[in-house]
């Protein structure tokens, strides 16, 4: 099965500055990669499919990037609701696979 | 508006089972693959199981393969997760999500989920 490392587990942001998120694949997923955000006690919600298509009702300053094995979730300028844990997932392959998470918290 | 209600959770011994129940509004449920995603309480999401719209494909993670059963109901609008034998691993909430099948698929709504707690 396909592993996803996420980086860093943790990211500590100020408001208003720039999030950068990392995802890597233990083998090509081409563009098949998603990104979810998900709050304390609530489900994960679709941010970015295709690894670059932001979903309906997502923001413009969430924005992703990458193919193969490499990505990156780009938050351009952290709301106080932008602090979570966002995870990205594989669908280019079974079983679909999810990361383990990245924590952005303020600073 | 779209919406996933999920609901059966509870606590049961290991050994036990349990049924999960999904209701779905606010799209034609018949024209989507469906899935159940679980998370234990503070750690990542782990896909379960999935079933083709009209029920004749099913998939599991090896984990629960030969002890979950998933199934569906169109004319009910409802999804549904057998879970026997079950083990203090399967300790989790259980989300149920719409797919969106690309090769396999990724996840565009999600229900809010059930706790499910297998302990003595």
């Known amino acids: 099965e396909i592993v996803m490392t996420q980086s860093p587990a943790t990211l500590s942001v100020s408001p208003g500055e720039r999030a950068t998120l990392s995802c890597r694949a233990s083998?090509?997923?081409?563009?098949?990669l998603a990104w979810y955000q998900q709050k304390p006690g609530q489900a994960p919600r679709l941010l970015i499919y295709?690894?670059?298509t932001r979903a309906t009702g997502i923001p413009a300053r969430f924005s992703g990037s990458g193919s193969g094995t490499e990505f990156t979730l780009t938050i351009s300028s952290l709301q106080s609701e932008d602090f979570a844990v966002y995870y990205c997932?594989?669908?280019?392959?079974?079983?679909?696979?999810f990361g383990q998470g990245t924590k952005v918290e303020i600073k | 508006e779209v919406q996933l209600v999920e609901s059966g959770g509870g606590l049961v011994q290991p050994g036990g089972s349990l049924r999960l129940s999904c209701k779905a509004s606010?799209?034609?449920?018949?024209?989507?693959?469906m899935s159940w995603v679980r998370q234990v309480p503070g750690k990542g999401l782990e896909w379960v199981a999935n079933?083709?719209?009209?029920?004749?494909?099913?998939y599991y993670v090896d984990s629960v393969k030969g002890r979950f059963t998933i199934s569906r109901d169109n004319a009910k609008n409802s999804l549904y997760l057998q879970m026997d034998s079950l083990r203090a691993e399967d300790t989790a909430v259980y989300y149920c999500?719409?797919?969106?099948?690309?090769?396999?698929?990724?996840?565009?709504?999600w229900g809010q989920g059930t706790l499910v707690t297998v302990s003595s």
């Open positions: 997932q594989q669908y280019n392959d079974w079983p679909r696979t």
């Open positions: 606010g799209f034609t449920f018949s024209s989507y693959w």
């Open positions: 295709d690894a670059s």
């Open positions: 079933i083709k719209q009209g029920g004749s494909e099913k």
């Open positions: 083998q090509s997923v081409r563009s098949n």
């Open positions: 999500a719409r797919d969106i099948v690309v090769v396999t698929a990724f996840h565009d709504y």
